[in-house]
């Protein structure tokens, strides 16, 4: 007789697909906040303790939880400013430093909620008296001593955190003014006293405090000559990288307490340029071919000279980002007044004529005479194109994806590109065509955006912020053309304009969609000013679209700007044919419904876009009733 098989007896499957129940998920998720509130509550108790290890410790672990921005946010809504703030005042520097340190990655990390909370809860009078423990006679020579060394750091993180709270909540900008730390961080601009790094650090905390600041840009400008002096400062083969960093920022520190109306503005500005000129040459190309000969590194394999060598290149990609962002400043015009200004010019129907109906011609801003002789000196503007290249090909970003410091390194230079085309499209209304290498170059130039930008749109849809910068650049070149009226369009077809065309519908981002929009407004007028039969078909279907455009948008914004490009281009008389051909006059009366619904719907978030929505809706019917005035016999 065989044996047989004794059956074995199986427990009951409750889950026989074998993948965990939604159940499952919230006992873990449950698990793991659980483990990480005790955690908190653990770093929160070592803080406290009377070992000096034990405290170090727990403030190292707390900033390093913080890199999570849920735990940011968690750690400063458990009143983590109240339980460590009292240690900015230890006794020992290094508890300050590690304390100060702990709360400014905290902050950061945590975004909004993190800087309320922390000021809530009053992190601002124990920063601000450990600060003022450094105003006496305190002065941190040499390194070789530990306790200078931690004091040194201390000071260096507490500026840091303010620099990161002043940047992010006004109610820190508001304590600073009312203690006084803009005039108490003038005093760490003696840089053969304190160093460089002391010295760097407060002027780029003095960037942020000055930034439309009136009180603070009181106490620093009495400092201004200290200031120009730095822009003088000599760098050798070790400090360079530093040097060229700090001179930046005195650059911008001295545009912000600088106004055209001071004496000696013109001096100011040129050394700042000369400056920003010295940054923004090294060669950004090469900083790359650097970077990715030792990125990417395991981070413990990596050699202190290697990671200083990182950090270096990576100063300099900060430095040049700033640079541009100072020079986009310099020319930047204040939008406000234009729009006040703009109000004021509305179109009253007897102003309809011909004469004012034919007027396109813009006022351009212009730089004071010296600063253009510095500008054409010093090569800014092709500089500028440089950096608005894109120079990472696809070997170079293969190597640099592999790790988050690589890919810090590609955003460095995205970032970069986007501030040069913003650059350019403010520096072009206060500059002379000729800076710009005449006509021809500057259409060369737009071609060349237009190619290079939307194609790399197509690869990467992603990229609004490049997008948004460089049809920016785009729109401005067209309006400084269009000015001059220039005749470059000699053989320019349909299929040319087609990618940008197409691309403005795809656009996720409303600025964007109102660079393209305003952009080909300037392109048909500068078609209209030469009577070209061939391009009558070009002007043809870009009307078309943007009537297209007015009909099919969504926000009433982009669909303001399509209107008003419309206005902009049948105020011709030379269009009157083509109203009729396209059939403009009744397609805008059939808009007019649609278009104040969506203004009466969106009127709470209409945002940059009230002015021009405010014009269109004054001018609109006015604008239909003169054209069909001047069309009623060609129909």
Known sequence: MGKQK????????????GLPSVKDFEEAEELVESEKDKTLQNMFDDVQSLNLEEKLSALQTLGSMSYDSSMAQQIAKDGVARIIGPLLVDCNAAIRANTASALKDIAKNGGESAYTDLLKDDIMTPLTALMKQYYSDWQPKGCKNKDIRDEKEAFIQAVGLLWTLCANNESAVKCANQEDLA???????DIDTYGIQITSISVQCLVCLSDENITAITEIKRNESVLLG????KANDKNTTKVLSLKTSVAELLINISSPTDSNWTHVLSKVLTVLSAVLVIDHEQILSSLTSVLPHENNAATSEKKKKVQENRTILEAQEQALQILANLCFEDEDAIDSDSETMEMEPDCLDDD????????????PVELVEVINSCNIIDIIWKKSGSVVDKDSREILEQNTEGRAVLKQFYDIRCAAYLCLNNLLPSLDIDAFGGIDNLYRKWLDIGTIVFKERDKNPDNIQLLEAASAAMRAILEQLATVRANIFKVLTVSDIQPMLYAEPQCSNASIRVNIIRMFCNLVQILLNHEIAE??????????????????????????ESIDALIDIFAEDATDQLAVDIKLIPRLQSLIPQFKSKVRQQKKSSGDGKSVISTVNTNLTRFIKYKEKRIRNLV
């Not at 004794?6 to 697909?17: V, Y």
């Not at 730095?230 to 400062?233: A, E, H, V």
């Not at 870009?542 to 914004?557: F, G, K, M, P, Y």
């Open 6 to 17: 004794r059956s074995r007896q199986k427990p009951h499957k409750t889950n026989p697909t």
């Open 183 to 189: 005039s108490f961080l003038t005093k760490f601009l």
């Open 230 to 233: 730095l822009l003088d400062l």
């Open 356 to 367: 004012s109906m034919d007027d396109n011609l813009k006022i351009t801003s212009t730089l």
């Open 535 to 560: 391009n009558y078909e070009i002007i043809k279907y870009v009307s078309t679209v943007l009537l297209d455009i007015s009909t099919t948008e969504t926000q009433a914004w982009v669909m303001a």
